[in-house]
């Protein structure tokens, strides 16, 4: 069966896939779009499960509120380069994904990859992804917030750090102060809504750090331990300030404290911060090694 090449365009539109990988498929197919359609699919997974070993240390961090169901989504899915993570087709597939989040309230990511997505499950959108855009692409961590009250969301420089702000009691008109209490966390990375938050634990050990260091320091050398003790008390303050939300001095004015700013105008219940690839070990190469390797698996293709 001959094809013409709208179809090849045709086909290209509904797979993703490039336009020669279309022309051979149809050749393939004898010109049977659908035919052509799942060899493609099939071609796809094949060369999706070669990249499965890679390490994906770029991607976005996406966001998603959904007023219907009353939940918001951060999500963070990883591709291999920075080059794809900017582009507008990665970012589609954040948005996609971010959406099945918020519709299915999934409990971890195996439970999101079981979910339907189009014609089959988000494992399958993301594997059909990984073989069009050409790079392993995974879906690393994901929070929701379920509320009635109020999510705001920021994402800053495209995806790299993303936050999600819950406020309750919210009063009319303060949605810039809400906007900017998400900024507030981007920049200054609280660790805690409060001082009432911090664990028992963490403080005995910060206290024991700063007592510690102030021993050491001949200034104090002939001060005694109860009155060390009272300093290290009086210092918690700046502890408090560099990891409470609500003591943190606030960027846009910072003769402000955060829980000034605020006042009555809501209450922050909670909030979460990605940072896009913390904790992913990049990979690196000898560069003249890296060119080999692939030289090597074209010759292999």
């Known amino acids: 069966m001959a094809f013409t090449a709208k179809d090849v365009m045709?086909?290209?539109?509904?797979?993703?896939?490039g336009m020669l990988e279309c022309k051979k498929a149809l050749a393939d197919a004898d010109g049977d779009m659908e035919k052509a359609a799942e060899l493609l699919r099939e071609r796809g997974?094949?060369?999706?499960?070669?990249?499965?070993?890679?390490?994906?240390?770029?991607?976005?961090?996406?966001?998603?509120?959904?007023?219907?169901c009353g939940r918001?989504?951060?999500?963070?899915?990883?591709?291999?380069?920075?080059?794809?993570?900017?582009g507008d087709k990665f970012h589609s597939i954040v948005d996609e994904v971010a959406k099945v989040v918020a519709s299915n309230n999934p409990a971890d990511v195996e439970a999101l990859n079981a979910c339907k997505l189009g014609d089959g499950t988000v494992k399958?959108?993301?594997?059909n992804q990984t073989a069009v855009i050409g790079e392993k692409i995974s879906i690393r961590r994901f929070v929701i917030f379920e509320t009635k009250g109020k999510i705001e969301?920021?994402?800053?420089?495209?995806?790299?750090?993303?936050v999600m702000v819950e406020a309750s009691d919210f009063k009319d008109g303060a949605e810039d102060t809400l906007h900017d209490i998400a900024l507030q966390i981007a920049a200054s990375n609280p660790i805690y809504v409060n001082e009432?938050?911090?664990?028992?634990?963490?403080?005995?050990?910060?206290?024991?750090?700063?007592?510690?260091?102030?021993?050491?320091?001949?200034?104090?050398?002939?001060?005694?331990?109860?009155?060390?003790?009272k300093i290290v008390a009086g210092k918690m303050?700046?502890?408090?300030?560099?990891?409470?939300?609500?003591?943190?001095?606030?960027?846009?004015?910072d003769s402000l404290k955060v829980k000034d700013v605020i006042g009555s105008k809501f209450n922050v219940?909670?909030?979460?911060?990605?940072?896009?690839?913390?904790?992913?070990?990049?990979?690196?190469e000898n560069l003249q090694d890296e060119v080999a390797k692939q030289v090597a698996a074209m010759k292999k293709d």
């Open 153 to 162: 969301t920021y994402i800053h420089m495209g995806g790299k750090v993303g």
């Open 237 to 253: 303050g700046k502890f408090y300030q560099d990891n409470c939300l609500l003591d943190q001095l606030f960027v846009k004015d």
């Open 10 to 17: 045709d086909l290209r539109a509904k797979s993703g896939a």
């Open 124 to 127: 399958d959108f993301i594997t």
């Open 269 to 284: 219940v909670r909030f979460a911060r990605f940072e896009m690839g913390e904790g992913i070990e990049k990979k690196s």
């Open 196 to 229: 009432s938050e911090v664990p028992a634990e963490v403080l005995e050990k910060e206290k024991e750090i700063m007592l510690v260091q102030m021993q050491n320091d001949p200034k104090n050398a002939n001060k005694p331990k109860n009155i060390l003790e």
């Open 45 to 68: 997974i094949a060369k999706a499960v070669k990249k499965e070993g890679r390490i994906a240390a770029e991607g976005v961090v996406g966001s998603y509120v959904c007023s219907a």
């Open 72 to 86: 918001g989504v951060l999500l963070e899915i990883n591709c291999e380069s920075d080059f794809v993570s900017r």
